[in-house]
């Protein structure tokens, strides 16, 4: 019983971080420019791997790989922030301008 | 399950290789690139080969992505446009193409125990592994004992490499130079996420050169590793400061150490009697001795292949940075 309650969770964590994915996946593609587009991508490497590896340590149990299924989340959740942040930056000092900025100016 | 999504994997690669090329952005190009290596590393891993998912990982997706990058610094971003329009290479690529695609059907299939790539030499490896190395990783045991003689012409490979892009391009020297390179000195997150990552990559660095014997990993994979990290410092903190913490001397120095370690273990054997690159005889017993010769090589595959990678990079970054005489 308590093993097929973990399997159920496990599962359902997964498939809806795999959900997250692939709506990060849509927005980077239709959203309307580049600032908007990160903020849709950045779903991919902020929720959706805490929920998908969270989901593959509760199929791991406390073993080794476990281990380096969080090492392997805290090495996503500080470097994937930090990358969006500086590709930002970025784009502000190469004087990127949105379609609605452009219009203004 | 794994057929479909191999099936998914090569699609995605014929489509990124097809976009790398299309693509009239250089950096664009570049970023596919990386792309590509990426997903060729994760199609190694599902056909068991982690050792060389490492590399690709490493190497490919990894460093020279940066080199390619540190090289576009200086070009302009796109390409040229092309008056001509070349039919002929186009016809030649595609004969060969469908060539081989021809004489892939007569291929075994994959793990074929019957094929002769399971049947000629592979049982052998396995069992010689056993019992002359005793170490789990057969990969390990082939590239640095059974077939040292190629590891040592690839190490000398990359070194000839990065002696030819040195005299090519010049060391770099951090006087003369026009700009002074702050790298990302003035933000804050990237320069403070990324002083946190650095330990950990070298020692991960260091894990895989020193686990290799047990686990995927080796030399070649630990030096790109170790070279990265060493990259990303230099992209926080500036070109000036990295050389100062890492003179290009010393990294000439790992070039340089790093083949002459290889070779001379292969001296150590003949004069105690072996052969060239035999190991039995460096210690009493002959499989501890296979160990530190694999040991002691690998040491200096990771040396070669840091400093190597690390001098290119610096090469790179210098001249793109331009000269004042």
Wanted: with cysteine.
């Amino acid at each position: 019983m308590f093993d097929i309650a973990v399997q159920v969770i496990s599962w359902v964590l997964m498939l809806s971080g795999s959900v997250f994915v692939v709506i990060g996946g849509i927005g980077a593609l239709r959203m309307p420019d580049l600032y908007t587009r990160m903020h849709a991508a950045s779903i991919t490497d902020s929720l959706a791997p805490i929920l998908i590896i969270g989901g593959l340590l509760l199929q791991s149990g406390f073993t080794l790989f476990s281990v380096k299924l969080v090492s392997i989340l805290i090495f996503l959740l500080m470097s994937g922030p930090t990358a969006s942040n500086a590709l930002a930056s970025a784009a502000m000092l190469s004087g990127y301008k949105t379609p609605e900025e452009e219009r203004e100016s | 399950m794994s057929e479909i999504f191999s099936v998914f994997l090569l699609i995605l690669l014929v489509t990124t290789a097809a976009a790398a090329i299309r693509t009239p952005n250089l950096f664009a190009a570049v970023m596919l690139m990386g792309i590509f290596s990426l997903l060729i590393a994760i199609n190694f891993f599902l056909l068991d080969a982690a050792d060389v998912a490492l590399t690709e990982a490493a190497v490919g997706a990894g460093i020279s992505t940066v080199l390619f990058l540190s090289a576009l610094a200086f070009m302009d971003e796109y390409e040229r446009a092309r008056a001509t329009r070349r039919l002929a290479p186009l016809g030649a690529v595609c004969v060969a193409g469908l060539l081989m695609g021809y004489a892939s059907l007569y291929e075994p299939a994959f793990g074929d125990p019957s094929a002769p790539a399971n049947s000629h030499l592979a049982p052998w490896f396995l069992e010689k592994t056993q019992t002359a190395v005793d170490i789990p990783n057969v990969i390990t045991a082939i590239l640095g004992s059974f077939r040292g003689y190629d590891t040592l012409g690839e190490v000398f490979v990359v070194f000839t490499a990065g002696i030819g892009v040195l005299f090519l391009l010049d060391a770099p020297k951090s006087d003369g130079l026009l700009t002074r390179d702050e790298g990302l000195r003035h933000y804050l997150i990237p320069r403070m996420v990324g002083r946190l990552l650095i330990p950990f990559i070298l020692l991960y660095g260091l894990y895989v050169q020193f686990h290799g014997e047990y686990g995927p990993g080796g030399g070649f994979q630990a030096g790109a590793l170790i070279a990265a990290a060493v990259i990303l410092f230099t992209l926080l903190e500036g070109q000036d400061q990295s050389l100062r913490v890492l003179p290009q001397k010393v990294l000439t120095g790992f070039m340089v150490s790093g083949a002459l370690l290889y070779a001379s273990v292969g001296l150590v054997g003949m004069l105690k009697g072996g052969t060239f690159l035999d190991y039995n005889v460096l210690s009493s017993d002959p499989v501890s001795g296979q160990q530190i010769g694999i040991i002691l090589i690998e040491a200096g595959v990771g040396l070669t292949v840091t400093g190597v990678l690390l001098s290119i990079f610096h090469a790179f970054v210098a001249r793109g940075r331009g000269r004042s005489s």
